[in-house]
């Protein structure tokens, strides 16, 4: 069964990002990708209470190979833009993980991605190609086959459920931790005190629902 995920990256971090973080007051939202073995055709809105930029100006970043203006509402214009495969982009890490896109936005100078997948693997293969390009993105939602704990089968909350399978996946329980409780906590929104809160909570009731459980049981 397909699952959605959800990846964050600043503006600055990826190739397209930085085409449009020369305007910072331009929204951004890929409405849709087709891909070709040779290129991938974008379809954006673009909306701003500023000027948009002219369709010359986005041409000029060399990413795009060609830009059009197909319509203008009275809020937003629609646009699209081809990008030649053979440059790396965010876009042909999604054509060769072999996950389907599903948008793109931008939200104070701030990318997320929704992408589906048949499988874990295909997000991992994502996430691995833009490690490798250094771009600069992070899974933040999980799909059901990838959440490290179910939060009714160990009396998790939501947000203890959260915090637990972010930790994970970025490595704050290895050694060397590969991020801060002040990291995870600007992803969640929250401060990093809360953060703690929410993994010491977390991992007491898993511990309670597991390994206290089973003591209990085996001393009746």
Known sequence: MATVAEFTGRSSQFPIGKVFAEYPTVDVEIE???Q???STSIYFWLSTQSTLPAVSELSEYGIFDSVKLLDTLTDKSLYSARLNNDHESICVGI???AVEFESAKTIANEWTFRLQAESAEQLSTFQAYCQKNDFGVRLTRFPTQIQIFNSQEYNLTDKQREALAL??????FETPRQITLEELGELLGITQQAVLARLRNGEKNILESTIVLSVNSESI
């Open 36 to 38: 070709s073995d040779t």
């Open 32 to 34: 849709q990708l087709k």
């Open 167 to 172: 930790a994970y996946t970025e490595g704050y």
């Open 95 to 97: 054509t060769k993980a």
